[in-house]
Nanobody, 123 residues
Framework: VQLQASGGGLVQAGGSLRLSCAAS????????MGWYRQAPGKQRELVAS??????TNYADSVKGRFTISRDSKNTVYLQMNSLRPEDTAVYYC???????????????????WGQGTLVTVSS
């Protein structure tokens, strides 16, 4: 399973960005999808996650500003509004997925990561 993230960039404080992450490959199923971020000198942290049935979870620091969503084509989005300088980080998408084998059955669930997209918020 490959995850391709896009949408990062430079934005002024108070601005908005929308991140996208498309999953591709021999996908049997995708359960939870999420966005994590890692700022310089800090550990990677969960930003938001969404289950297969649409239930969401957010870090306290982004509640009310960020919205996670997903579509039926295995793409997850992160709408980021009212951005702050402390939101500056590399954002990674994540998916818990089962792959389809050549024999037509499914592997055990594994976690897959995208390549990361840089979000820089200037003050």
């Amino acid at each position: 399973v490959q995850l391709q993230a896009s949408g990062g960039g430079l934005v002024q404080a108070g601005g908005s960005l929308r991140l996208s992450c498309a999953a591709s490959g021999r996908i049997f199923s995708i359960n939870d999808m999420g966005w994590y971020r890692q700022a310089p000198g800090k550990q990677r942290e969960l930003v938001a996650s969404i289950t297969r049935d649409g239930s969401t979870n957010y870090a306290d620091s982004v509640k009310g500003r960020f919205t996670i969503s997903r579509d039926s084509k295995n793409t997850v989005y992160l709408q980021m509004n009212s951005l702050r300088p402390e939101d500056t980080a590399v954002y990674y998408c994540n998916a818990a997925s089962r792959q389809l084998t050549r024999w037509g059955n499914a592997t055990a669930e594994n976690n897959y990561w995208g390549q990361g997209t840089l979000v820089t918020v200037s003050s």
